[in-house]
């Protein structure tokens, strides 16, 4: 399967580098289109933080 199929059908597994004020709403973004989607960070406090689910975002409004 090509990639733009990949794309079209949802089937592509999206990969994000950096879980900042950039990579994490991309993220959110793909994850709300129905992507599957996996996230890398080399903070291990701020992994820690979102995956127990908490917001370790300050000052960033709600998406």
Known sequence: MELIEKIKSKKAHIGIIGLGYVG??????????GFQVTGLD?????????????NYTRGVHKM
């Open 42 to 54: 080399i903070d291990p406090e701020k992994v820690k933080l979102l995956s127990q689910g908490k």
């Open 24 to 33: 994490l709403p991309l993220v959110i973004e793909f994850c709300k289109a």
